[in-house]
């Protein structure tokens, strides 16, 4: 039974790897490249925001299209809302990590501590995970919003996000960043 087991751990990492140069073939990404400080710089136009943690020192990003046809082919599509088992930070998470370890894009990152508030009263309703990324549309750098358990994608103008499906009545405001 053991031998079986190990076994099919070997298969499953080498459906994985597979699976992964697979989906790099099929959309056969020429990643564009910033720095740290640009997309630090970029964000905090936007926002006003600098609490921005990054780990890297250069970031690879791709077009806008590409990423929207990436969303509409990942496997986070799949999985279910479970409160506090599978909720918003996994789907942001899960998000992350195809974007970095599938197409070595590390410009996908996490929008924590996401205030939600009631949009008429301004009383805080709870707390929000989801994703911010670089993508490049006609050529210019943008920072977006992503909502990963819907796959809705907003430019980022402001650190106040509304008109989200799923989140009508509210608004959102952007709290810190994690690439």
Not at 71 to 99: G, R, S, V
Not at 140 to 165: C, V
């Amino acid at each position: 039974m053991e031998t079986k087991r190990n076994l099919f751990k070997k298969l499953g990492n080498i459906l994985i790897e597979n699976g992964v140069k697979f989906l790099q073939g099929a959309f056969s990404i020429q990643p564009q490249k910033t720095t740290a400080g640009n997309l630090k710089s970029l964000i905090a136009s936007k926002t006003g925001i600098e609490i921005t943690i990054f780990a890297d020192q250069d970031y690879y990003y791709t077009d806008l299209e590409t990423v929207k046809d990436i969303l509409k082919h990942d496997l986070a599509d799949e999985k279910e809302y479970e409160a506090e088992k599978f909720d918003c930070d996994d789907f942001a998470q899960t998000i992350y990590a195809i974007f970095r370890y599938v197409f070595e894009l590390n410009s996908m990152g996490t929008a924590r501590n996401i205030e939600m508030k009631d949009a008429t009263t301004g009383q805080n309703v709870g707390w929000h995970r989801a994703n911010i990324f670089l993508a490049s549309e006609n050529g210019i750098p943008k920072i977006y919003y992503l909502e990963p358990q819907n796959d809705y994608i907003k430019e980022i103008t402001s650190k106040e996000i509304t008109g989200i499906p799923g989140f009508e009545g509210k608004k959102l405001i952007l709290g810190t960043f994690d690439f």
